[in-house]
DNA sequence: GTCTATATTGAGATAGAC
DNA sequence: GTCTATCTCAATATAGAC
């Protein structure tokens, strides 16, 4: 079987007559957005890469900006379920822990998608949404690790932004890799 | 005297006939392209925020982009001649501790034409040109911090490729903030 | 050195046939 | 679901007066 595509997960098609759906499109979207920077992606790059006209991508999405907008829900909402999860599983530790250990799994699972939205400037509504977003995300976990602090159940002599920095910090820093 | 804009070190002049020179544009590109990011900024924004008319600004510089490469350029330089004057130091050891020094004032002195180096994905010559010349000084003081493991002045249980990731990591990081 | 036009073009998006 | 062709507009850049 060589004439053949790998499309979104577990999803195949033949080449020279795509039939792509969205979650293929929006995967090749992510990558090339990661590699030239939104801004300087232009929707005949994605074309060229889909081995699709630009016309048809516009069947799939209605404006470049949807594609950011998709990607970047993919990874907030991986983010908050992670987080929702965690809510009813113990003392604040407990909820701390399973946390971390779930946002490197989303991570992995969905680093281009959360490199994008690590590297937003605001530039559009779609853009501020996403980081508002994220900020009540991060928002909850500062909250969380102070509370785990004050259970005394992590160390206190670090200053808690600072807590928040080097945890998120160490994270963040993966996607540079 | 309320009728003054800061210009380049040491140049103040009127408002409403600016009388920009390079310097003084240069500074505000710098600061709204990072800021937007360089892709993001337009023309019609540097005029705004220089209270300029666009067309003025081409009596300047030539385009949008050689104002990215003379931002870059200042940062390469700075970045240069500190590896430049670290040559003549003595032994490998008192030339990285001089670099790494030199490295964190040209931090402090040119943090945003610096952050705009970082940030370079290649989208042009000008990108590309300006990433040769960083990878260049990344080798030299690769190869200079392994010098200074082979001499036994710094220690050798990290593997080299890591203590370079780990220094510079740390300088990047800055940048952040 | 700055201004007000205006020219140009690159890129996002649409229309309609297949 | 994809194609070609075209529309539209925003953004870079230019021209020429002051």
Redesign the pocket.
Known sequence: MPNWLQMSTGTQLRRG?????LQGILDVAVTVFNTHGYDA????MLAARLK?????I???V????QLLELALDRALDALEEILEQSQDRGDAASRLAFLLEGAVGVLVRELPSVTLLLRLRGNSDVERTAMDRRRVFDKEVADLIAEAQRDGSIRTDIAPGVAERLLFGMLNSLTEW
């Not at 007559?17 to 759906?21: A, C, F, L, Q």
């Not at 209605?62 to 900006?65: G, T």
């Open positions: 007559r795509p039939g792509y759906d992606t232009t929707m005949d699709l006209s630009k016309g048809a516009y069947h799939h209605a404006s470049k900006e």
